[in-house]
């Protein structure tokens, strides 16, 4: 089964067009919910940490929320640089094991 | 800032033949991770390594594969016996405690012909 599903699988705006990207988790215990970028041929670069519901992180033109059910990472007036793999994973465990989702592949046009 | 380095980027083997990829994750860290991604899919937990041994390991992490800190600096995931489907991108990771900061290297993009 799914535990962590993203939605849409692939976004596309254009430059300054503000949206959110989904993360919707089933995990019992989260332990926390991590957002990483992730760009074509590299390896996941990391963006947040959200431990608790109600958190709010930002950075730059990127701001992730969590609730007890789903994480949302709002993009700002995005850039064409902002275009990746927005990737969302949580850990449950004690032994730290990531469980990612497929990703949201965003696309920004200038 | 600090960096985990993967090597080769870039690896093509035989089918049957055993390969080694290899890691230097960041020097104060103390958590070691593999995962996997195969082309399209989803990135995926192989194994986690702390204290010089195994804590977890997926399904897919079977009897073919092996892990080992051979010294201070390196991290290294072992094929015995590579098929087909170990086909993938293969990323070390590593943290300072888990649940904190995983940060993931390069990637070494292992091609099984």
């Known amino acids: 089964e799914d535990q962590v599903t993203q939605s849409p699988e692939a976004l596309r705006l254009q430059e300054g067009e503000s949206s959110s990207l989904n993360c919707s988790y089933t995990v019992s215990g989260l332990r926390g919910l991590f957002w990483y970028r992730q760009d074509p041929g590299k390896g996941p670069e990391f963006l947040f940490t959200?431990?608790?519901a109600g958190e709010e992180k930002e950075k730059e033109r990127l701001k992730a929320t969590l609730t007890k059910k789903e994480s949302f990472l709002h993009i700002t007036a995005p850039k064409p640089e902002d275009s990746a793999t927005y990737l969302c994973a949580v850990v449950y465990n004690q032994g730290g094991k990531l469980i990612f989702g497929q990703g949201t592949e965003l696309s920004v046009k200038p | 800032e600090p960096e985990v380095t993967q090597t080769p980027s870039h690896q093509v083997t035989q089918m049957g033949q055993e390969v080694i990829l290899r890691c230097v994750p960041i020097?104060?860290?103390?958590?070691f991770y593999w995962y996997r991604q195969i082309l399209g899919q989803k990135v995926e937990f192989l194994v986690s390594f702390y204290n010089n041994e195994i804590s977890e390991k997926s399904e897919i992490f079977d009897d073919q594969f092996s892990v080992e800190r051979p010294d201070g600096s390196n991290f290294t995931l072992k094929i015995r016996s590579t098929k087909l489907e170990d086909s993938a991108m293969y990323f070390c990771?590593?943290?300072?405690?888990?649940?904190?900061?995983?940060?993931f290297g390069s990637g070494t993009r292992l091609t099984v012909v």
């Open positions: 990771a590593s943290s300072s405690q888990p649940n904190y900061g995983y940060t």
């Open positions: 020097s104060n860290h103390l958590y």
């Open positions: 959200l431990y608790s």
